[in-house]
């Protein structure tokens, strides 16, 4: 069920943003060579207590980490576990907060020192292909355009766009409808009206789309191997056009 918010409830939300924004920061910063997931998740959850909010992931039907790490062929749900980072990785780092009764949600994805030609491009592309579909994020299109945005800016440049992870509706429930897929034909499904939040979240491959989940149940790892990256803003429709909550 799509749940429309108050204004007084989108200002909520955007405190619970800005606190993921700026943590999402702070991880930023701290990503090179030796640095651990373990590390980057204690920090998470260090500040996360610190500004008076909960993790919105620990706990979560069973996740057992503040933090979702998840490096080079992972694709989302990774582990923080005591792995190192190494040069030439890249990490997604996707995050989110309960704060004064509502969820903020955002992801990065980082380099690890120098990478390969391919991973910046696909860094690049699946962050340019978020901001595609935020632009038209407003009460004119319909919620498959969002997807569509997504799926032809990334193709266009060679990559592939994850089927069986989809970016959601977000409020006092992390997860809410809609859907929102990252493919598809534009001009489809329910126009979109102002006081939906959304999380979008283009979830892109190097290689192919398909995806396969690991034996711990949670961690999603393309199936040929090649990277993947993750970016995602929370995002409110209003009558003014998108806002993004999860902005420093």
């Not at 030796?34 to 069973?62: M, W």
């Not at 292909?129 to 945005?149: C, K, N, P």
């Not at 009206?193 to 283009?202: S, T, Y």
């Not at 690991?214 to 970016?231: N, Q, R, Y």
Request: proline letters at 4%; hydrophobic letters at 45%; aromatic letters at 6%.
């Amino acid at each position: 069920m799509i749940v429309l918010k108050s204004r007084a409830e989108i200002e909520k939300m955007a405190a619970a943003g800005r606190m993921v924004a700026e943590i999402l920061a702070g991880l930023r910063g701290m990503v090179a060579p030796g640095v651990t997931l373990a590390q980057l998740d204690a920090y998470a959850e260090r500040e996360t207590l610190k500004r008076k909010a909960k993790p919105a992931f620990k706990g979560y039907s069973g996740f057992p980490f503040s933090l979702c790490c998840s490096v080079n062929e992972q694709v989302v749900h990774g582990f923080a576990t005591q792995r190192a980072l190494v040069e030439g990785d890249i990490v997604s780092l996707d995050f989110g907060v309960l704060h004064n009764g509502f969820y903020g949600d955002s992801a990065i994805t980082v380099p690890v020192g120098q990478v390969s030609e391919v991973a910046t491009r696909l860094i690049k592309a699946t962050e340019e292909s978020l901001y595609r579909a935020i632009e038209v994020a407003d009460t004119a299109h319909r919620l498959s355009d969002l997807a569509h945005a997504v799926q032809s800016h990334v193709e266009a440049r060679g990559f592939s766009v994850v089927r069986d992870f989809v970016g959601h509706g977000i409020g006092k429930e992390l997860h809410e409808g809609p859907q929102i897929p990252n493919f598809g034909a534009a001009g489809k499904g329910p126009r979109l009206k102002a006081g939906m939040v959304l999380a979008i979240e283009p979830m892109i491959n190097e290689k192919g789309y398909d995806v396969k989940v690991l034996e711990d149940g949670w961690t999603a790892v393309t199936v040929d191997g090649g990277l993947s990256a993750h970016f995602e803003h929370t995002v409110a429709i209003t009558d003014n056009g998108p806002l993004i909550l999860t902005k420093i």
